[in-house]
């Protein structure tokens, strides 16, 4: 629990999902190679307790030998005794008495020592089979200590690789979350980009509709003005004719002039929306610009999941052999 909080605030101080999967590949890495050794250092001891076993058989086979020994001097011990007592019944003469004492002081100084030399190698024994039943036990438990680490071990590496499940479907929740906001995003561009285009062809048409009107209008004007010279020419003849010329004449520059603005109003339209359609097409050169990018890191991180998924599934298989 410990190992897996400090893991947690280790990731938690990390900004990308890249920089996270890189701490989680180096701690897993970490964790497979104490996992590695600790199967290591746990053959090395199964090892050498198969070795003690072998040391324990041995010497309870030369115990057994012993034992064997002793009851076999144990029988001539028996043995010598009836001797004794048929010497004591018997009335033979002196000298085969001593002799047959001579033998018995020698037999029974020889048994003496045989008998020491087994009492001291079954006292050497009793020791040696003590301290390898002490160090037996002090084997077993470090081998339930190791399995012990080992357990938790495993545990904890489900633990990792369930965090990095977790992980990597966040991952690809926030990834289908800005393909769908990048989609939408390229929706409503194109929607403003098609809204401009209508306007720019609608403002080149009513543009170019004001300056055939500016044509019409400029002939008109000439025209008016030859009129306008003739009826000066003729101004002494007819001055109400000259000021209705006038009037119209007043008419038609109005008329000029507010068209004049309108088509400056329509010119300026049209140059805003093609500075807005220029604007847009840069945007969205950005954007696609912005899509590859991101189509790019949505590779990266397919090829690593993938590897990761073919990792843990190596690692899996080798945990169950």
Not at 61 to 86: D, F, G, P, V, Y
Request: a neutral charge; hydrophobic letters at 30%; charged letters at 40%.
């Amino acid at each position: 629990g410990k190992e897996i909080t400090l893991l947690m605030q280790t990731l938690n101080t990390l900004s990308t999902p890249e920089e996270k999967l890189a701490a989680l590949c180096k701690k897993y890495a970490e964790l497979l190679e104490e996992h590695r050794n600790s199967q290591k250092q746990m053959k090395i001891l199964q090892k050498k307790q198969t070795q003690l076993v072998q040391e324990k058989d041995h010497l309870q086979s030369e115990h057994s030998k012993a034992i064997l020994a002793r009851s076999k001097l144990e029988s001539l011990c028996r043995e010598l005794q009836r001797h004794n007592r048929t010497l004591k019944a018997s009335e033979e003469g002196v000298q085969r008495a001593r002799e047959e004492e001579e033998k018995r002081k020698e037999v029974t100084s020889h048994f003496q020592v045989t008998l020491n030399d087994i009492q001291l190698q079954m006292e050497q024994h009793n020791e040696r089979n003590a301290k390898l039943r002490q160090e037996n036990m002090e084997l077993a438990e470090r081998l339930k200590k190791l399995i012990e680490q080992y357990e938790l071990r495993e545990e904890h590496i489900d633990k990792v690789f369930k965090h990095k499940d977790l992980q990597q479907q966040l991952v690809d929740a926030k990834l289908q979350q800005a393909q769908e906001m990048l989609k939408e995003a390229e929706e409503r561009h194109q929607r403003e980009k098609d809204f401009l285009l209508k306007e720019a062809v609608e403002s080149q048409r009513m543009c170019e509709l004001m300056k055939q009107q500016e044509t019409h209008l400029k002939q008109q004007l000439a025209l008016y003005t030859e009129k306008f010279e003739e009826f000066q020419n003729t101004l002494s003849k007819s001055s109400e004719v000259f000021t209705t010329f006038k009037q119209e004449m007043e008419k038609m520059t109005k008329k000029i002039k507010k068209l004049e603005k309108e088509t400056t109003m329509y010119r300026s339209r049209w140059e805003s929306s093609n500075k807005a359609l220029l604007e847009m097409a840069e945007e969205k050169t950005l954007r696609d610009k912005e899509l590859e990018g991101l189509q790019v890191k949505i590779q990266r991180l397919e090829k690593l999941c993938r590897a990761l998924q073919t990792e843990r599934n190596d690692l899996n298989k080798k945990v169950q052999d």
